[in-house]
């Protein structure tokens, strides 16, 4: 079924591979990829890119004219380490890119939308272990804020003028393809990096550090199910919960340590520490499974074999 569609923040860690996985899907010439940058040379040799900035209404809705645009992936965003750096350039970012988009759809430019949110939605009062889809909310930080915020967007704008968006709170996402993107869950791609060219690693939190993580075809997958699925069957119109698996910084060094044997982590938490403490250790998303089936097929094992494989390449 031939579809255009457009990605905004096509050159991130997610974008990249979603980009990559809709040409193989749709044909290279009806996804466009779009950023404020361009991205590596399989992203950009493979089809078409128009320089975006997230932020610009006239400049998205002159794309969206020009290739007679269905569907919007709004990838772009600035992350929750990095943002806590930048407060109000990220606010900016990540609610003025997300009402350009709803705007679209508001004025049935686009069809449909899809939109990640984040775990970072969830603050320390929220239950710790299988955090469920509807509980208290309380983020703290500036990327949480933004999320929950945008949250209450979309269910706004879609029972308010009807605007097919979608969405899910990602957890920590792991990639060999792509360099981290200033999260806090990005250890959790460098220790395998550190791990493959020098034998250890210096982790920025602390031991027991549980968090919820996905391998990032786990993810792509999960996105576009969601994408796929029946819009009467979605019970959900703020962001469905995502769950693969949840491990500490001790459980993955051990899970590379099968593969490596010498290999070393030592502990040095930084500002990022306070961020990860605020986060779920788990995550019920049953309501995935049951309104679109998902189900997810990398475990930490199954990832860490993926991961050092491709590094080692």
Not at 247 to 264: L, R, T
Request: hydrophobic share 35%; with cysteine; net charge negative.
């Amino acid at each position: 079924m031939e579809k255009s569609i457009l990605i905004l923040g096509a050159c991130g860690q997610i974008g990249t591979e979603l980009t990559l996985e809709l040409r193989s899907r749709y044909g290279n010439e009806h996804v466009i990829a779009s950023d404020i940058r361009e991205g590596d040379a399989q992203l950009m040799d493979s089809g078409p890119f128009e320089l975006l900035d997230a932020t610009n209404y006239e400049a998205i809705e002159d794309v969206v004219m020009h290739y007679e645009i269905e569907e919007v992936y709004l990838m772009a965003a600035m992350l929750s380490a990095t943002a806590e750096k930048f407060p109000m350039r990220a606010w900016n970012l990540n609610m003025g890119s997300l009402f350009n988009v709803l705007n679209l759809g508001k004025e049935r430019k686009i069809d449909k939308i899809f939109w990640p949110s984040s775990i970072a939605v969830f603050g320390s009062n929220a239950p710790k272990e299988k955090t469920p889809q509807n509980t208290l909310m309380e983020p703290s930080t500036v990327y949480g804020i933004s999320k929950q915020a945008g949250e209450n967007w979309c269910v706004y704008y879609f029972r308010k003028f009807g605007v097919d968006v979608r969405s899910v709170r990602y957890p920590g996402l792991i990639s060999w393809k792509t360099l981290p993107g200033g999260g806090t869950t990005d250890y959790a791609v460098e220790i395998y990096r550190k791990a493959a060219e020098q034998g250890k690693y210096t982790c920025f939190l602390k031991e027991g550090t549980k968090l919820p993580m996905m391998y990032m075809d786990d993810a792509i997958r999960a996105t576009l199910q969601l994408m796929d699925a029946d819009g009467d069957k979605l019970t959900i119109r703020s962001s469905y919960n995502l769950g693969a698996m949840s491990f500490a910084p001790e459980e993955i060094a051990e899970s590379i340590q099968k593969h490596i044997a010498d290999f070393q982590i030592t502990y040095q938490p930084d500002f990022r520490q306070e961020i990860a403490d605020s986060w779920p250790n788990s995550i019920d998303d049953s309501s995935a499974r049951r309104d679109w089936g998902w189900s997810p097929e990398f475990n930490l094992e199954k990832t860490t074999s993926e991961m050092l494989e491709n590094l080692r390449k």
